[in-house]
């Protein structure tokens, strides 16, 4: 998490605002798109079985943008949301068969700052609910001193290691121009009411892009700070064993 975050100026104590936008590498002109777009300040989340992102993370890298490793997990709605099951993280697994595809799925690229369970549009619900299963997902990943961005809104800080679920999903639905800027709006108006907020883009659509762009050219001026998402981690709570 420390070597590879990006930089922010933690002097300023301005509320802060983050946005993770995911499904980079499933369509690689909006991928390009999104990098070349939108500020450093946006944290990107890249599917590990793309094609060959290499050149694409480069650019990211230039650009300045961190970048997750989503995780395929399985979601609500499975089998009709289908995260491929081949080599998703299952419910019907044992853990030792789950560690073995997160191990496989952790080697597909370097250089990410943490993991996530936003994998395109969907956000791996049933594996995260099932404590038994997530618990060994989460320690192996706290081992690894990465972070854990929750695609799950509204969730508490995760055992074991940094983490922060998203507060709003931008794109949740049938999505407009106009629907985006609402949502925008309000996690801006969440931020300074509450300190900190962050955003999720399930996939890195033209209006969703455009939008964004538009929208954090707007944050200055209301006195937001755009920060990556590493800057918005909480540490993990402390065990009823320790307190």
Do not use: C
Request: zero cysteines; charged letters at 20%; a negative charge.
């Amino acid at each position: 998490m420390e070597v590879y975050a990006a930089g922010f100026d933690p002097s300023n104590l301005r509320p802060r605002v983050g946005l993770l936008i995911a499904g980079i590498g499933m369509n690689a002109a909006d991928s390009m798109a999104a990098i070349k777009i939108l500020p450093g300040g946006i944290s990107l989340a890249v599917s590990p079985y793309a094609g060959d992102v290499t050149g694409l993370l480069a650019v990211a890298r230039l650009n300045e943008h961190e970048y997750l490793l989503s995780l395929p997990m399985e979601p609500q709605g499975f089998p009709l949301n289908d995260p491929d099951n081949r080599i998703a993280l299952m419910t019907s697994l044992s853990p030792a068969d789950n560690l073995q595809r997160l191990h496989a799925a952790l080697a597909r690229l370097t250089g990410y700052v943490g993991v996530t369970n936003a994998y395109g549009p969907m956000r791996g619900e049933r594996l995260s609910g099932m404590a038994a299963q997530f618990d060994t997902v989460l320690e192996d990943v706290a081992h690894r001193g990465l972070l854990f961005a929750d695609a799950r809104t509204g969730q508490p800080p995760l055992p074991h290691l940094w983490s922060r679920s998203v507060d709003i999903v931008l794109d949740d639905g049938n999505i407009d121009a106009g629907v985006l800027d609402r949502r925008l709006n309000a996690l801006t108006h969440l931020a300074l009411d509450k300190g900190s907020a962050l955003g999720l883009v399930l996939l890195p659509r033209p209006v969703a892009l455009d939008r964004v762009a538009a929208w954090t050219n707007t944050l200055a001026a209301k006195g937001v700070t755009l920060v990556p998402v590493s800057a918005l981690m909480l540490s993990a709570p402390q065990q009823e064993s320790e307190k």
